[in-house]
């Protein structure tokens, strides 16, 4: 079973969110229950990147990379980035992975590699 990320999709105007926002930002609908979900594309190219240092120690990491990549169907998101030598435009696909876990919880997120 592949694991999601969802973006919401307004039933009024088609407008696409991620995350999930109370109120269209195009037709300015309001209804909670208005909105179907729509599973995310997982390939897209890097936009920008960094690189964290000293993180808290319930990441088990000394440092850690993150990326904004820009999804096949023109969406934005932010994940970690398993990529060696990240390059702005390159070429990146996504796997639902965990991202944190602490004693009794997972944190479920985008992960970026090489595509």
């Known amino acids: 079973m592949a694991l999601e990320i969802y973006a919401y999709q307004c039933k009024k105007c088609g407008q696409l969110h991620y995350p999930f926002r109370m109120v269209c930002k195009k037709c300015g609908n309001l209804e909670p ?11 897209g ?5 960094t690189t964290v240092h000293n993180l808290p120690p319930d990441f ?3 440092k850690l990379s993150l990326g904004i990549v820009e999804l096949e169907n023109g969406m934005r998101i932010t994940g970690q980035l398993k990529v060696p030598s990240p390059k702005i435009g390159m070429a990146v696909s996504g796997k639902v992975e965990i991202v944190r876990e602490a004693e009794y919880s997972k944190n479920f997120g985008m992960v970026f590699y090489p595509a």
């Open 60 to 62: 088990n990491v000394a």
């Open 33 to 43: 229950f208005e909105f179907n979900t729509v599973a995310l594309p997982k390939n």
């Open 45 to 49: 190219k890097l936009l920008t990147f």
